[in-house]
């Protein structure tokens, strides 16, 4: 069971809890209190001003409110309704956090980075179903996006966006190929990369114009690909000692990490449905190991 149907039964329980409360519960204890107000002044009007309850006030107050107060199985049910039904609303139609699990972003994303991701930019999607509900922007290359693993949808997977439908990718000899051109890369100076203890090339990548870091050229690793899945549409690519090519079948993407000599991507397991897309990330608010690291990113 995942956490967004979780999330719906709360919201569903304790919505139930607080709409009884208004209509039913609420109007029974407030009957409660104003018959022990009534009752408390009956009382001191029978024993007279002389033995008339000094408190009086103080006294009534609590009486009501003691009447007024509700059962401990409502306080942890509708007390908790508006809190958990917005927080309901933002993550399933606004923003959803994701933390970081594996250094196949690097050094976009560290292991550890507490990510935002934008839930609506690319459409709203119903709760649970993922069917869509609105038409939102197209994905475009580069961007930096969540969505459901397509061999195993309970686990969400954190790549970017190289083809889109109709592209032909092509990753040989550790270049990359989209439609024919060659992706420009510059050299940057080697990346240090603290999980592994060890120094990667590190080159900036033009994505039609939107740039973005990326490790490769371990000599460690050989550009062809070991272990390819099968995935549907997989006549779709051809694999050689070089690397691999692909044609983007409709409505699919292909997706890689950017630390590319070390992420099992679409090279290994396929295309990613568009019906899979969770939505776009773009902030890092926390890294617990380095406050350095919060903000937005490519």
């Known amino acids: 069971m995942n956490f967004a149907l979780i999330l719906l039964i709360l919201v569903i ?19 409660a209190a104003e018959a022990a107000v009534t009752e408390f002044d009956r009382q001191q ?5 002389r033995f008339a309850d000094e408190n009086a006030d103080q006294t009534r107050a609590r009486r009501r409110d003691e009447k007024l107060r509700q059962p401990w199985w409502l306080e942890y049910t509708a007390s908790f309704f ?4 917005a927080v309901f609303v933002v993550r399933s139609f606004v923003v959803e956090p994701f933390k970081i ?6 050094p976009t994303l560290l292991v550890g980075d507490f990510i935002l991701v934008n839930k609506y930019d690319y459409g709203l999607l119903m709760p649970i179903t993922n069917t869509k509900m609105t038409q939102g922007r197209p994905l475009q290359r580069g961007d930096v996006v969540v969505f459901r693993y397509p061999k195993d949808e309970s686990v969400d997977y954190i790549k970017r966006v190289i083809g889109l439908p109709g592209d032909t990718v092509a990753y040989e000899d550790k270049k990359l190929t989209i439609n024919g051109k060659p992706v420009p890369e510059t050299p940057q100076p080697d990346y240090f990369d603290e999980e592994r203890v060890g120094y990667a090339k590190q080159f900036t990548e033009d994505l039609d114009g939107r740039k973005n870091n990326i490790l490769n050229n371990n000599p460690q690793v050989p550009p062809f690909v070991i272990g390819a899945d099968d995935f549907p ?4 690519c051809v694999y050689n000692s070089q690397g691999v090519t692909c044609k983007v079948p409709p409505g699919h993407y292909f997706m890689m990490g950017d630390n590319r000599d070390n992420s099992a991507d679409s090279r290994y397991w396929g295309f990613v449905p568009d019906q899979n897309i969770v939505g776009r990330a773009f902030f890092i ?5 380095n406050l350095k ?3 937005s990113f490519e």
């Open 13 to 31: 329980v304790t919505g139930i809890a607080w709409v009884l409360d208004k209509l039913v519960f609420f109007p029974q204890r407030k009957r």
């Open 45 to 49: 009007e029978c024993v007279g001003e």
């Open 82 to 85: 508006p809190v958990i039904l």
């Open 101 to 106: 699990p594996s250094g196949s972003m690097v």
């Open 233 to 236: 549409f997989r006549d779709n």
């Open 285 to 289: 608010w926390m890294n617990f190991s």
């Open 293 to 295: 690291r919060i903000g």
